[in-house]
């Protein structure tokens, strides 16, 4: 955090400086680059008009300068590596250091200006996707500009024109950009005090990813049309997903954009929320219902809204199942109730190492320290305080307290149960369990047929 604080610090000081240095003005903003994957402290503007800003889950906002009113950004393209879980390092193409790039904020009516310098072998545009803006600024290559060249660097301009949850990424060899990791967040503040957009607490997002990462290897692939096996929120997977910390009775939006090819239904344990904000910016009141599950669907932002009225450790995760796993084999077969007894004896007697996964489940491999290839994140993972989480990829915990101090992100640490709340063993007398009656016509309790089989996906 330390580093982190000078870090802002520093890069207040060099806008000052500029803002000053006429000579300078004329020149790029210097780019800021980001070294760390932690969750950075909220950028507090120190110029232009206030705001409330967004905390980004492993991520950072974008400073910038002001010159003649205009807020400048310098947005740098380039391979960079991502460490998405402890240990676990992929090659990826990003922005100013990161994948994915900085969150960029801005206020509602701000004149804004991008610097994008293009550091890639190859290529590439930025379209800011959900904005209103002059078609000719919209990023798609060939369409609305001429690609910008690598070693180039290309300007663009236009007001922020409605408040809102926005993503910017590549439009030129867009498969391949995405598949390496390039995208970011931008979220544009009201001006003033608009009917539809709360004042919360806090104010977290993030972007759901995915990789193809064969075990072992370091690049993802970029082939990889919908087969992708590292389901990530801003390019980390769980445990390396920082957790969401919230003080007792917070106002808390999450807003969440998907550049993934396919839908993720959003889950959060313990509270309602509501959506407050969709791709075309904040819901009518009206037109908001309670849920526990949003889907976001390719393509989509979505904001949501909720009191953190409930203390605890609340899980909050993509509840697709195989999106909470890590490098998931897809050829691994159903075992549960397969009676291998002998088998495996035979078997070890040529291959010593040999083991039978999953009789019994597949929970015995959140435990299991199998031997994985080097740089390789094991399938499940994550400890709790009563053992194994048995979860990766996209799952986080969001962390109610009461005593977390306002404006404070850290981690509170585990959740220190009341006494007698926690599901326990029971040891007392077990009541019989009911059985349901036979149905008609099958006394004999013999004639239920097996369903024809198929295949499911
Ligand atoms: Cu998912």
Request: with cysteine; glycine share 10%; aromatic share 8%.
């Amino acid at each position: 955090m330390n580093n982190r604080r000078q870090f802002f610090a520093g890069a207040a000081a060099t806008m000052a400086g500029l803002g000053v240095a006429r000579s300078a003005l004329a020149a790029l903003p210097e780019p800021v680059i980001q070294t760390s994957v932690d969750t950075a402290p909220p950028l507090v503007p120190n110029t232009g008009r206030p705001y409330n800003p967004v905390v980004t889950l492993n991520g950072w906002s974008l400073p910038w300068r002001m010159n003649n009113g205009v807020k400048e950004f310098h947005l740098v393209a380039e391979p960079v590596v991502r460490e998405m879980s402890p240990g676990f390092k992929v090659n990826m193409w990003g922005y100013n250091g990161q994948s994915p790039g900085p969150t960029i904020e801005v206020v509602e009516g701000d004149r804004v200006r991008i610097f994008v310098t293009n550091k890639l072998p190859e290529h590439t545009t930025i379209h800011w996707h959900g904005q209103r803006l002059p078609s000719g600024m919209d990023g798609v290559g060939g369409l609305n500009q001429p690609a910008i060249p690598a070693g180039k660097t290309f300007v663009y301009e236009f007001e922020a024109r409605r408040p809102g949850t926005f993503m910017y990424h590549p439009h030129a060899d867009e498969m391949v950009q995405m598949a390496m990791g390039m995208m970011g967040f931008w979220v544009t503040h009201p001006k003033a005090k608009h009917p539809h957009i709360s004042k919360v607490d806090r104010d977290f997002c993030f972007l759901l990813n995915a990789f193809d990462v064969e075990p072992g290897s370091k690049t993802p692939k970029v082939s990889t049309m919908t087969d992708f096996n590292i389901w990530s929120w801003n390019s980390r997977i769980f445990p390396g997903i920082d957790t969401l910390n919230v003080r007792l009775n917070d106002r808390v939006r999450i807003r969440v954009g998907n550049l993934t090819m396919t839908n993720h239904p959003i889950h959060l344990h313990g509270h309602e929320f509501l959506v407050t904000g969709t791709d075309g910016g904040p819901t009518p009141p009206a037109t908001r219902w309670y849920e526990v599950t949003t889907d976001v669907a390719v393509g989509q932002m979505r904001q949501i809204e909720l009191i953190a009225d409930e203390e605890g450790d609340w899980a909050f995760h993509c509840h697709k199942s195989h999106h909470t796993m890590n490098a998931m084999g897809h050829e691994v077969p159903t075992m549960i109730g397969v009676d291998h007894r002998g088998l495996v004896n035979k078997i070890q007697r040529v291959a010593p190492d040999y083991m039978v996964m999953g009789e019994r489940g597949m929970a015995d491999m959140g435990e299991m320290q199998m031997p994985i290839p080097d740089n390789t994140a094991p399938m499940m993972t994550g400890t709790g305080q009563f053992g194994p989480i048995e979860m990766g990829g996209m799952f986080s915990v969001f962390k109610v307290r009461k005593d977390q101090k306002p404006g404070d992100y850290k981690d509170p640490g585990p959740y220190q149960f009341p006494q007698g709340t926690v599901a326990h063993e029971w040891t007392g007398a077990t009541p019989a369990a009911p059985r349901a009656a036979t149905p008609p016509g099958q006394a004999d309790g013999t004639a239920v047929k097996p369903k024809p089989g198929g295949k499911h996906h």
